[in-house]
């Protein structure tokens, strides 16, 4: 059973770099089968998704994290990491990494990991 | 970008009872939606994709409908574990811009 975990730093700075790694467990994130997927929710608030990776290195992101925006696969470690660069208080969010098929229109996540709480604060 | 909206914010429903959750998109995404349902502190679970099809190991009173512009997700006799919030998700862009409702809070009544 594919089991996803997040893990990183709960707590960043304004004006600094949030980067949270993902472990994939179960499966493999080299499969042509699938993109790797991180989405957010803000508290209070709904799911942002901020964007993907496919095993070949292709990514896509949310036109409007974009410029901020990196994601990226560590196939040795079974893992895909976010970048989020230049943090505000808004960038607080839940973080939850997702698994999404790749056949065709398919766009749909599942699973999902449990989700990181993110504060950004100085 | 497509705007989901999702409808009603709250719903406050008995156990064994019906809910209907609407979910809205601003232009025709086909049936590229899919249902999830979230509860704190854990992992968030697929209810439905392509607007209808049950994702493996769901219930059979989860339903889902609707095509186009227009979706619902209906839980036919609810559960106390069904009491979550719920979230639908439009994947109808290539390149992907994919964005999710606002959610629709399921209470116990």
């Known amino acids: 059973q594919l089991q996803l975990q997040e893990s990183g730093p709960g707590l960043v700075k304004p004006s600094e770099t949030l980067s949270l790694t993902c472990t994939v467990s179960?499966?493999?994130?080299?499969?042509?089968?699938?993109?790797w997927d991180w989405i957010r929710q803000p508290p209070g608030k709904g799911l942002e998704w901020i964007g993907r990776?496919?095993?070949?290195?292709?990514?896509y992101y949310n036109p409007s994290l974009k410029s901020r925006v990196t994601i990226s696969l560590d196939t040795s470690k079974n893992q895909f990491s976010l970048t989020l660069s230049f943090v505000t208080a808004a960038d607080t969010a839940v973080y939850y990494c997702a698994r999404g098929a790749a056949a065709g229109t398919a766009g749909w996540l599942d699973p999902w990991g449990q989700g990181t709480l993110v504060t950004v604060s100085s | 970008e497509i705007v989901m909206t999702q409808s009603p914010a709250t719903l406050s429903v008995s156990p064994g009872e019906r809910a209907t959750l609407s979910c809205r998109a601003s232009q025709s995404v086909s049936s590229n939606l899919a249902w999830y349902q979230l509860k704190p502190g854990q992992a968030p679970r697929l209810l439905i994709y392509g607007a209808s099809t049950r994702a493996t190991g769901i219930p059979a009173r989860f339903s889902g409908s609707g095509s186009g512009t227009e979706f619902t997700l209906t839980i036919s006799s609810l559960q106390s574990e069904d009491f979550a919030l719920y979230y639908c998700q439009q994947y109808n862009n290539w390149p992907p811009m994919y964005t999710f409702g606002q959610g629709t809070k399921l209470e116990i009544k």
């Open positions: 179960g499966g493999s994130i080299s499969s042509s089968s699938y993109f």
């Open positions: 990776v496919y095993y070949s290195g292709s990514t």
